[in-house]
């Protein structure tokens, strides 16, 4: 089992800046991809970010739009969102995702541990 703990959310302005961390622990496994989603109140939860063992990322450029940023260090076995520009519509619980595999996919059934989440509220 892997425990993931999310941090860094909050209540923030439009415009304004965070960054969200997720560390992970105990059965992580040697190399694996992590993936960070989003639920906003009454929406399904839909892929964010993903970064491969190997650091390549990928994005919902629909809904990010060159404003995230995903990044890892895995010797302390974190992952870290940087979101910048933040909008009214960023307003969701963001949840840190363990891959099963080494690369990234944008499915849910590619990630088998979640995180509690993190909300961030952007208001207007």
């Known amino acids: 089992q892997v425990q993931l703990v999310e941090s860094g959310g909050g209540l923030v302005q439009a415009g304004d800046s965070l960054r969200l961390s997720c560390a992970a622990s105990g059965r992580t496994g040697s190399r694996y991809a992590m993936g960070w989603f989003r639920q906003a109140p009454g929406k399904e939860r839909e892929f964010v970010a993903c970064i491969s063992w190997t650091g390549y990322s990928t994005y919902n450029t629909t809904s990010v739009k060159g404003r995230f940023t995903i990044a890892r260090d895995n010797a302390k076995n974190t992952v870290y969102l940087q979101m910048i520009s933040l909008a009214p519509e960023d307003t969701a619980v963001y949840y840190c995702?363990?891959?099963?595999?080494?690369?990234?996919?944008?499915?849910?059934?590619?990630?088998?541990?979640w995180g509690q989440g993190t909300q961030v509220t952007v208001s207007s």
């Open positions: 995702a363990h891959g099963s595999a080494p690369y990234c996919r944008s499915d849910n059934a590619a990630y088998d541990n």
